[in-house]
């Protein structure tokens, strides 16, 4: 039996629970796992004033119930697996270094903010700021993987460096602005002023954008990578059609403003047979 | 009531108290003479065993005013790992280099201290440390205004106002911005590096004024001196960080010509160029020049190895410093052309040569000024350290033998470039209570602060005596504030308000017409906008002013 800790009393202002993540649990006892400590609002709880704790880790712990209002878990995450069957809340694997968090429901914003490693997929939408840097830092995703099955909000990848964010339906505005390198894959649609102070890095997608005037047309081309990362994401569970996997891209140059090292490639639909 | 501390042993220097067995007995918030008969007490308190001292005052901490608040937000990494929940009687807020206000309080608290103050608060911006301090619990507080780099001071330097009409100026300054001392930020500096000059030593001029820093401070020096202000002029000096600049130092302290002077994080001050690196410590010159200068006292700034941010008037250095900021952000600011500041986030490193030196010349500083009345005990917090290091600080200074363990740690190279490992000098309690209590109360002219002596407030602080200083040093058993029982076993038990400390040194108020004039044609502000008022700190239900008189001249 795998440890599971079942909400059993609703958290009625957002809650900080660092202490919830595979290392922090999985070598303990259910007292023990009980006796972690949470930030309730501003005051101080403790896990079992929440959680029903029951069975022991065996490389898996599940979360169940609405945690929406439960911020920043699987923060610092180094292995193992953490699966939430609900929603999740804010900041949700922050700064994670390896190991896998399943949401089966929606996150909140900041999903992997400045996150190293690992992966997140989260199978229905997510919030602003996937994969960004911290307010005041100027780095975001170092590396791992973001899948989101659904939507994303606006500054997906806000300074990433390295990764892969894969958004399944659209991404709001200012989708890799200042990313300095990483992958975004949004199959969906991108916001306004995609890729505004991108550095290097690509930014995808399969619907038309309205580019910054900063970004200028490269040519039409079928990069090599593109189909490995679809036949991937395809692996992961995600909608690909076939026809953009062998489909051609218009690939886009910019930011100008960060000398054109940055690439945004938007499927050619109009060479779709 | 009368309340009874009994059989605690005493460190009380301001007295000759020397670890003596006494009875403290508290009326009113203030220190009692001893009844006849001892067993008319309400309350007694068994402190056998115990050690006693008063309340800790820490006179240069970077607690209030607009760089604490930028430190603050642009760290929000550094808030993450150290929250303070709220408790019944405590509220919430964060922690580590650049704590909130209620965290601040309630720490240097928690730690025994008891007043604290704000070395560097901006003119213009008075009345926002103020308001930021009031919202600091427990502690005392009081600020040193900054002046040097200001406009309307360059101004009349380089009209060659007299000397009478400049102490007017610093006065009217002093009493406007409810401040209890006079510092100058790299005299002169703040304002030359606006004026795209990156450097400006002590006898170099300004490049728009045309006035040295050598002027500024000895002007400076003597307003305050003839004002009869009680701390002498609070100087950050020129070149802070910049390896050679114990020469600018030690020639600051020959060109004040005997005036009293405090030379603030001096640590920073006394580098030299010897070496394969050019860097090396310059840390016997000074305290030779300290112990030879009986008008010169210091306060020693030392770094702490690990995180912290700096935060500084001196836009000038932190501008030269930016480069090394950890993470890499920072931010520089100017307000009114009254000063600025800059903030860089920093982290020492042991195993860094230069911060490694670094560390050993503020012990070496600490241990060659044989003075201890001279010599405070600081941090600079945050900029060397945070003030929550004050524990470990004090276990270095008082144990030989830890203090070379952790010299071994360093960088080899900076091992081979100090003296550190052969200073066998231990400061005593009795020493500790000098430079962390009774020294700065002296210095500051709180004359009812530092001591125990009957008619002193009753900020007293009671210790277990532990081998391991640190551990001493960072849970007291009892801290009083005014009286009354604010910390017990290092644990908050009650909140209360501190007072905050101000000076009012008479001046001719002639020169509020030329400040007038001034301020309707360059400043954004009117001048009795400027000015803050008793009410504005008195209010809100929490303040309360003590008006200090000065020294008489």
């Known amino acids: 039996m795998s440890l599971t800790l079942a909400l059993r009393v609703a958290p009625q202002v957002p809650m900080e629970a660092e202490a919830l993540t595979f290392d922090r649990v999985a070598d303990l006892s259910e007292s023990d796992i009980a006796a972690l400590p949470l930030l309730h609002g501003n005051e101080k709880a403790a896990v079992g004033d929440f959680f029903k704790v029951s069975g022991r880790a065996n490389g898996e712990v599940h979360l169940e119930g609405d945690l929406g209002r439960v911020k920043y878990l699987g923060a610092g995450m180094s292995r193992g697996r953490l699966v939430i069957h609900g929603n999740a809340g804010m900041h949700l694997g922050s700064a994670m270094i390896g190991g896998e968090i399943l949401v089966k429901g929606n996150a909140g914003d900041w999903v992997g903010p400045e996150m190293l490693g690992g992966r997140i997929i989260i199978t229905g939408n997510a919030g602003h700021m996937v994969g960004s840097a911290h307010r ?17 909000g606006n500054e997906t990848g806000n300074g990433m460096r390295n990764g892969l964010i894969a958004i399944g339906g659209n991404s709001g505005d200012f989708t890799g602005v200042n990313m300095r390198a990483g992958t975004i894959m949004a199959l969906g649609g991108l916001g306004w002023r995609s890729g505004a102070g991108m550095v290097r890095g ?18 039409d081309y079928r990069p090599v990578y593109l189909r490995l990362y679809l036949l991937y994401l395809r692996e992961l569970g995600m909608a690909v059609e076939d026809a953009w996997i062998e489909g051609e891209y218009r690939r886009y140059s910019g930011d100008s403003v960060e000398l054109n090292r940055g690439e945004i490639l938007l499927l050619n639909r109009q060479k779709l047979s | 009531m009368l309340t009874r501390l009994s059989g605690g042993t005493v460190y009380d220097p301001m007295n000759g108290v020397n670890g003596e067995q006494r009875d403290i007995y508290i009326r009113d918030g ?22 006693v001292m008063a309340g800790a005052i820490d006179p240069h901490t970077h607690i209030g005013g607009g ?7 642009l760290l929000p990494e550094d808030h993450r790992p150290d929250p303070v929940p709220r408790t019944t009687i405590t509220r919430s807020g964060v922690g580590h280099a650049a704590p909130s206000t209620q965290a601040t309080g309630y720490r240097y608290a928690e730690m025994g201290y008891t007043a604290c103050f704000e070395p560097a608060m901006l003119p213009a911006n008075a009345r926002q440390a103020h308001m930021e301090m009031a919202d600091i619990p427990i502690i005392d507080k009081g600020a040193y205004v900054m002046l040097g780099s200001d406009d309307f001071l360059l101004r009349m330097l380089a009209a060659g106002k007299s000397q009478r009409e400049i102490n007017d100026y610093v006065a009217f300054t002093i009493t406007a911005a409810q401040a209890l001392a006079v510092k100058v930020v790299n005299p002169g500096g703040i304002s030359a590096f606006k004026f795209n000059q990156r450097s400006l030593d002590l006898d170099e001029k300004h490049a728009h004024y045309g006035v040295t820093p050598r002027q500024i401070l000895h002007t400076l020096a003597r307003a305050v001196h003839e004002l009869g202000v009680p701390h002498p002029l609070h100087v950050h000096g020129c070149n802070l960080g910049v390896p050679g600049n114990v020469e600018t130092t030690l020639k600051t302290i020959a060109g004040v010509e005997g005036l009293p002077l405090h030379l603030t994080h001096i640590q920073f001050h006394s580098y030299g160029t010897e070496g394969d690196r050019k860097f090396s410590s310059g840390a016997a010159r000074i305290a030779g020049a300290v112990n030879r200068n009986p008008n010169i006292s210091v306060d020693v700034g030392q770094i702490m190895f690990g995180q912290t941010v700096t935060a500084s008037g001196d836009s000038m250095a932190q501008y030269r410093n930016h480069a090394h900021a950890h993470p890499k952000k920072w931010v520089c600011m100017d307000i009114e052309c009254d000063a600025g500041c800059g903030v860089v986030p920093f982290r020492y490193r042991h195993q860094k040569f230069v911060n490694a030196l670094q560390w050993a010349i503020g012990l070496e500083i600490f241990l060659l000024v044989d003075d201890p009345w001279r010599v405070f005990l600081t941090t600079d917090h945050p900029n060397g350290a945070p003030f929550t290091s004050y524990p470990h600080l004090i276990r270095l200074l ?7 363990e952790c010299f071994a740690t360093l960088h080899p190279d900076a091992q081979k470039m100090s003296t550190l490992g052969s200073l066998t000098r231990e400061y005593s309690l009795y020493e500790i209570a000098i430079m962390t209590r009774a020294a700065p109360a002296k210095s500051l002219g709180l004359t009812d602060r530092g001591h125990l002596g009957a008619g002193a407030a009753a900020d007293i602080t009671v210790y277990t005596p532990h081998a391991d ?3 001493m040093f960072e849970k007291p058993d009892y801290v009083f504030k005014d009286g009354e029982l604010v910390v017990k076993n290092g644990r908050i038990t009650r909140v209360v308000d501190g007072a905050t400390h101000t000076l009012r040194p008479a001046y001719d108020r ?15 502000m009117r001048l009795d906008n400027f000015r803050l008022s008793d009410a504005e700190i008195e209010n809100d239900g929490r303040g309360r002013l003590i008006v200090h008189r000065g020294r008489a001249a």
């Open chain 2, 67 to 73: 760089k604490v608040n930028i430190a603050r937000a």
């Open chain 2, 30 to 51: 203030r220190i009692a003479p001893p009844p006849a008969d001892p067993e008319t007490a309400a309350v007694n308190l068994d402190l056998r065993g115990k050690v």
């Open chain 2, 510 to 524: 002639g020169i509020e017409k030329s400040l007038r004039e001034y301020f309707d044609r360059y400043m954004t």
């Open chain 1, 202 to 219: 690509s930014i995808v997608s399969m619907q038309p954008a309205e580019l910054l005037p900063t970004f200028s047309y490269d040519c």
């Open chain 2, 398 to 404: 008082m144990d030989r033998s830890f203090r070379n």
């Open chain 2, 469 to 471: 200083r640190q551990r």
């Open chain 1, 136 to 152: 005041g830092g100027t780095i975001g995703m170092r590396g791992g993987e973001i899948i989101i099955h659904g939507n994303a």
